[in-house]
């Protein structure tokens, strides 16, 4: 039986607790793989009954959650409770959401796990509770560390229909373009196109490049970064075999046709790469951290407190990022 994957909490007064269950109740309508989550029991339990969703629930140690799986869900314990009612984060949530990430991680590099899938978090709760981190790329990059030092982080954003990548992520526009550099744009690049290769299986990958500026500097007149720091990394990536095209207009690089061109675009900052595929692939898009020692996908939204407990909430992309993490890992779905 392949490894089951480890779901973390999120947010508990979140929509997480709201798709997992909607996930696992749709496990053989949609043959998903096997998961669990790593949370507190009883917040599960009242979540349910809030949704008028009648389910089992068996609080097990991980090695048995994929036997288990089949007939209930399966909810690792964490050692903390959550009793934030929906929409409504209390003085628990912290302190539940980042034990579940921790344990989760834990439970991946112990093999128990086959990859680690994320519910939404509230950056702001966990801000107020003295989290450091900009959000969850750059925590689980921590959690990754060997030996004191973390791997660098690379976001992407996946769906069927387009794969982007922001080459500097979740700073302020003024600080992403002090950190906007030609080393940072290699290294980037070549951890998309490791990935792409081992756990897309795509051989040779073809990257699109964007600019920075309003149609990639109309050559220097509109803005000099293209020729200063993006075009030389396309040189060294391309010395080193790697196929890419750029700077290109961020404006016309997201049209259907265009799509057809590449595997994955590569853009400046977090915004340039992520309205296109929100606009395109809202319910199924996947956040997923390249450059980890393993596998971790996400929802591609938020929390959505406005909801949580309605029965609103749509499992689309939770189950997109179920699906995409047993893919990348090479797990098989569940019978």
């Given at each position: 039986?392949?490894?089951?994957?480890?779901?973390?909490?999120?947010?508990?007064?979140?929509?997480?607790?709201?798709?997992?269950?909607a996930?696992?109740?749709?496990?053989?309508?949609?043959k998903?793989?096997?998961f669990y989550?790593?949370?507190?029991?009883?917040?599960i339990?009242?979540?349910?009954k809030?949704l008028?969703?009648?389910?089992?629930?068996?609080?097990?140690?991980?090695?048995?959650?994929?036997?288990?799986?089949?007939d209930?869900?399966p909810?690792?314990?964490?050692?903390?409770?959550?009793?934030?009612?929906?929409?409504?984060p209390?003085?628990?949530?912290?302190?539940?959401?980042?034990?579940?990430?921790?344990?989760?991680?834990?439970?991946?590099?112990?093999?128990?796990a086959?990859?680690?899938?994320?519910?939404?978090?509230?950056k702001?709760?966990?801000?107020?509770?003295?989290?450091?981190?900009?959000?969850?790329?750059?925590?689980l990059a921590?959690?990754?560390?060997?030996?004191?030092?973390?791997?660098?982080?690379?976001?992407?954003?996946?769906?069927?229909?387009?794969?982007?990548?922001?080459?500097?992520?979740?700073?302020?526009?003024?600080?992403?373009?002090?950190?906007?550099s030609?080393?940072?744009?290699v290294?980037?690049?070549?951890?998309?196109?490791?990935?792409?290769?081992s756990?897309?299986?795509?051989?040779?990958p073809?990257?699109?490049?964007?600019g920075?500026?309003?149609?990639?500097?109309?050559?220097?007149?509109?803005?000099?970064?293209?020729?200063?720091i993006?075009?030389?990394?396309?040189?060294?990536?391309?010395?080193?075999?790697?196929?890419?095209?750029?700077?290109?207009?961020?404006?016309?690089?997201?049209?259907?046709?265009a799509?057809?061109?590449y595997?994955?675009?590569?853009?400046?900052y977090?915004?340039?790469?992520?309205?296109?595929?929100?606009?395109?692939?809202f319910?199924?898009?996947?956040?997923?951290?390249?450059?980890?020692?393993?596998?971790?996908?996400?929802?591609?939204?938020?929390?959505?407190?406005?909801?949580?407990?309605?029965?609103?909430?749509?499992?689309?992309?939770l189950?997109?990022?179920?699906?995409?993490?047993?893919?990348?890992?090479?797990?098989?779905?569940?019978?």
């Amino acid at each position: 039986m392949a490894q089951p994957l480890a779901l973390t909490l999120g947010e508990p007064a979140g929509i997480g607790p709201d798709i997992t269950i909607a996930a696992w109740v749709r496990r053989d309508e949609l043959k998903l793989p096997a998961f669990y989550l790593l949370g507190d029991e009883q917040c599960i339990a009242e979540r349910a009954k809030a949704l008028g969703a009648d389910i089992r629930i068996a609080t097990v140690a991980s090695e048995h959650a994929a036997a288990t799986f089949a007939d209930a869900l399966p909810v690792v314990p964490t050692g903390e409770i959550a009793t934030a009612a929906p929409g409504q984060p209390d003085e628990t949530s912290a302190a539940a959401a980042l034990a579940s990430i921790r344990q989760a991680v834990a439970e991946v590099v112990s093999g128990r796990a086959a990859a680690v899938v994320t519910n939404p978090i509230a950056k702001s709760v966990l801000y107020r509770s003295g989290f450091r981190h900009p959000g969850h790329t750059e925590f689980l990059a921590e959690l990754a560390a060997v030996g004191g030092r973390a791997p660098q982080p690379v976001m992407m954003l996946w769906s069927p229909v387009l794969a982007v990548v922001p080459v500097t992520i979740h700073v302020a526009l003024r600080e992403a373009l002090a950190q906007l550099s030609t080393e940072l744009i290699v290294s980037t690049v070549r951890i998309v196109a490791a990935a792409l290769q081992s756990r897309f299986a795509i051989p040779r990958p073809r990257i699109a490049i964007s600019g920075l500026n309003p149609h990639a500097g109309e050559d220097g007149s509109l803005g000099t970064e293209e020729q200063t720091i993006v075009a030389p990394a396309i040189e060294m990536l391309r010395r080193e075999g790697i196929e890419v095209k750029g700077p290109l207009p961020a404006d016309t690089m997201f049209h259907e046709a265009a799509r057809k061109t590449y595997d994955c675009a590569v853009c400046m900052y977090h915004d340039q790469a992520l309205i296109p595929i929100k606009t395109l692939a809202f319910d199924e898009g996947v956040n997923v951290t390249l450059g980890l020692p393993f596998v971790r996908t996400s929802p591609d939204h938020g929390t959505a407190f406005d909801i949580a407990g309605t029965g609103r909430a749509n499992p689309a992309s939770l189950i997109a990022a179920l699906r995409l993490a047993a893919r990348m890992a090479g797990t098989r779905p569940s019978a």
